[in-house]
């Protein structure tokens, strides 16, 4: 199975600042990957798919990079409503699989 | 509007059985694969199983081969979770999702609210 790392786990921020979230596979995946936000007690919302191109409806701050194994989530300019728990996700093959998350908080 | 409406989770003893269901609205469900994924308590995602557009390939986490089983009725626009010889491990909020594809491997479009799974004696 494909592991699927995430850094930091935890990350203190201010509203206005640049936020970059690390998503590390196992193997490489290509650009097979999503990227989620989830607030408590809601279930998680798609941000970003295929590594980079952002699902409709979401704003430009949020960012996707990467390819192959090492991926980035940026957010630009950090809003009140961006403190969630952010996941990646491959699904390279049938068995997607999700990083454990990192939970971005308010400094 | 364009939603997916879970039901059936409860409290269970362990190796008891439960159904979950999924109520898809507002688009083409028998166009799209459908996963169930699962959370528990203050962890991470977990996907569960997942079955295409058609209903004839399903695919289940190692965790839940041979205790889970996922089917969906097309013509009732439903998905269904089967899940038999309940564990506590077992115990998370259940998600079912809309993949953005007619085949399994993709990302997930759509999140319905969860419905909660408690299995304790």
């Known amino acids: 199975d494909i592991q699927m790392t995430q850094s930091p786990s935890t990350l203190s921020a201010s509203v206005g600042d640049r936020v970059t979230i690390s998503c590390r596979a196992s193997q490489t995946i290509s650009s097979w990957l999503a990227w989620y936000q989830q607030k408590p007690g809601k279930a998680p919302k798609l941000l970003i798919y295929?590594?980079?191109s952002l699902e409709s409806g979401v704003p430009s701050r949020f960012s996707g990079s990467g390819s192959e194994t090492e991926f980035t989530l940026t957010i630009s300019g950090l809003q009140p409503d961006d403190f969630a728990t952010y996941y990646c996700q491959q699904y390279i093959g049938n068995l997607g699989t999700f990083g454990q998350g990192t939970k971005v908080e308010i400094k | 509007e364009v939603e997916l409406l879970e039901s059936g989770g409860g409290l269970v003893q362990p190796g008891g059985s439960l159904r979950l269901s999924c109520a898809a609205s507002g688009f083409t469900f028998s166009s799209y694969a459908m996963s169930w994924v699962r959370q528990a308590p203050g962890k991470g995602l977990e996907w569960v199983s997942a079955i295409s557009a058609s209903g004839g390939g399903t695919y289940y986490a190692d965790s839940v081969k041979g205790r889970f089983t996922i089917s969906r009725d097309n013509s009732k626009i439903t998905l269904y979770l089967q899940m038999n010889t309940l564990r506590a491990e077992d115990t998370a909020i259940y998600y079912c999702a809309k993949d953005s594809g007619d085949t399994p491997s993709n990302y997930f479009l759509l999140w319905g609210q969860g419905t909660q799974v408690t299995v304790s004696s």
């Open positions: 295929d590594a980079s």
